[in-house]
């Protein structure tokens, strides 16, 4: 009837209706269907749930409403790096670079690099009961970056690494360093023009299955080539970003380059 999911049951089976920001854990680990996914993406995304510094507990059009209470109103930034992630899992990346740039600001608030418990859903302020530096906030930014901007998932029994990131339109340049996939040690440089993707791989393992599938812009054709090689790649449209998707064997060291056609940009 809300188009929104419930928390649980009340007395007589009547479920508790009052809007929490509990499912966008499901969105997150895409165990929802993707219609009810959108749904909940599109309600927690209105004023009413989402400030400039991260997402309110309850939204400020329930009743009960407490901008300055615990947990009734009040905005985590475990719950917003919950929803960056909940966000890139649906593909909507203009909805979770702003919240994961609150994050970001966030390390700022006290000790550098130190994000609070709590702050209000109403200014961009702590609470009076928020620890001040919660390792939950602080590991929530990381996990956020990680899993979600640089779209890194270590397979290691399976020898596989995925990197799949949806970097904010201003990065041209990347650089990861001391990626483990159990005993190994991977350094990834990617670089972006208007037209073409570049992936510098160093390795000094055993090898491994990369699956690169970075957002790109545009919709038409892409070419991919490892170490000057053609390569299979494919374009996969998802619902607000296109994405371009290759899988090669690194052994020590690879140049992976995806070409966007200038058409279809």
């Known amino acids: 009837d809300h188009s929104y999911y419930f928390e649980g049951l009340l007395d007589g089976g009547r479920p508790f209706k009052q809007q929490m920001l509990s499912p966008i854990g499901g969105v997150s680990q895409r165990i929802f269907p993707s219609r009810e996914s959108e749904l909940v993406l599109d309600r927690v995304s209105q ?32 719950a917003t790096a919950e929803f960056v992630l909940a966000a890139l899992a649906a593909h909507r990346p203009e909805l979770a670079w702003p919240m994961w740039h609150a994050l970001v600001e966030e390390t700022f608030l006290d000790s550098p690099g130190h994000i609070p418990e709590v702050l209000s859903g109403a200014s961009y302020r702590p609470l009076d009961v928020s620890v001040p530096e919660q390792t939950w906030s602080s590991a929530g930014l990381l996990t956020a970056t990680v899993r979600g901007i640089l779209g890194l998932d270590a397979d290691a029994p399976r020898d596989t690494l995925r990197f799949a990131p949806h970097l904010p339109p201003a990065w041209t340049t990347l650089t990861l360093r001391n990626v483990r996939l159990g005993p190994r040690t991977i350094s990834l440089t990617m670089q972006r023009t208007a037209g073409s993707i570049t992936l510098s791989v160093a390795n000094d393992g055993q090898p491994f299955r990369l699956e690169f599938t970075p957002m790109i812009s545009g919709t038409g054709s892409v070419t991919g080539s490892v170490d000057g090689k053609n390569v299979a790649v494919t374009a996969q449209p998802e619902h607000q970003d296109v994405h371009a998707a290759l899988t090669t064997t690194i052994s020590k060291s690879a140049e992976i380059r995806i070409t966007i056609e200038r058409g279809a940009r």
């Open 47 to 78: 004023p009413a749930f989402l400030t400039a510094w991260g997402l309110r507990s309850i939204p400020s059009d329930d009743p009960q409403y407490a901008p300055d209470s615990y947990a009734h109103g009040s905005v985590w930034p475990l």
